[in-house]
């Protein structure tokens, strides 16, 4: 007698050439098999976890950043394959400037998941200059430049010289576009057209006013006007625009950019990577999309030479 749920094989009626025994190991199958078939579908979710690149985590105070961004990923149960540690260097102090990036350099070998994204003032005029070839020269690929905390107008010609030099450097820079300073996503625009040979990300897509980043679509239809030289990462922005009013058209934007050109970022301490997630997986968006958002867009374009830990 084998009892299942309570009831036994005792009494009950078999068909003939059945065999209480077999049909026992029959359900054991069965039920394996539910089991199996529940965890299979259970992966996906658990693969999109373990391939997330976020390109935006600000490293304020060095190794207590570092450490305080991976606990909160324990904490939240989120997985982080990669991510952006980021400078915002301060004007007049070239000598601290120096300092910090070679901290960050220091960390990303220690924290090997970490991709460093440097900082100078353009301000600082040649001293920036050369601030920028000493981190090419160490392998820095990335500096970042933020117009409202730096203090700095787009389009002040030491700006377009330090773009220029980064990206005759094979170096990338990062702008803070979150509209802060009016008028910014215009003035970036204009930066990257006459700039075509350096690569720039600006964070936020615009903020509320990623509508403009449309303006993108039009720039491709012109001969010899647009290199397609402009990424996004939508840090902040995707969590604001969740649940929103206008949420589908945020996703129209990010589509008609392209999701090879977009990329997640959480802007930690600000929000967590997990929050940054969830918003995302809320887009009415298809699974590919999202996990090239999540992914790969990022480690083509920041870390091309480095095998695919996926």
């Excluded at 990303?108 to 460093?116: H, L, Q, S, V």
């Excluded at 999701?259 to 968006?285: K, N």
């Amino acid at each position: 007698m084998i009892p299942i749920s309570g009831l036994s094989w005792q009494g009950v009626h078999h068909p003939q050439g059945s065999h209480p025994q077999a049909t026992v190991k029959t359900g054991e199958t069965l039920i394996k098999a539910a089991l199996l078939a529940s965890l299979i579908l259970a992966v996906p979710q658990m693969a999109i976890a373990q391939r997330v690149f976020d390109t935006h985590v600000h490293i304020w105070n060095g190794e207590a950043s570092v450490r305080a961004y991976e606990a909160q990923l324990k904490e939240t149960h989120q997985i982080a394959t990669r991510f952006a540690g980021i400078l915002i260097a301060e004007r007049g102090n070239m000598a601290e400037t120096r300092r910090k990036n070679d901290e960050l350099i220091a960390l990303a070998a220690k924290y090997p998941e970490m991709f460093p994204i440097a900082s100078v003032h353009p301000y600082d005029d040649q001293a920036a200059l050369d601030e920028v070839r000493r981190m090419a020269g160490k392998g820095v690929t990335m500096i970042k430049l933020h117009p409202h905390t730096q203090k700095f107008a787009i389009t002040d010609p030491r700006v377009a010289t330090l773009c220029q030099l980064a990206g005759q450097l094979g170096m990338i820079v990062l702008f803070d576009n979150a509209n802060i300073v009016p008028g910014d996503s215009q003035d970036l625009f204009n930066l990257a057209i006459n700039t075509p040979g350096t690569k720039f990300v600006f964070a936020h897509m615009g903020a509320t006013n990623f509508r403009f980043w449309n303006t993108i679509l039009f720039a491709r239809t012109a001969k010899d006007f647009y290199k397609d030289n402009i990424y996004f990462d939508i840090s902040a922005t995707v969590v604001l625009v969740m649940g929103s009013p206008i949420q589908s058209e945020f996703v129209w934007t990010i589509r008609n950019i392209g999701v090879d050109h977009i990329m997640l970022g959480s802007d930690y301490p600000q929000f967590t990577l997990r929050r940054t997630v969830d918003a995302l997986e809320s887009l009415d968006l298809n699974r590919s999309e999202k996990d090239r958002i999540l992914y790969e867009t990022a480690r083509k374009l920041l870390t091309p030479k480095v095998p695919d830990s996926g």
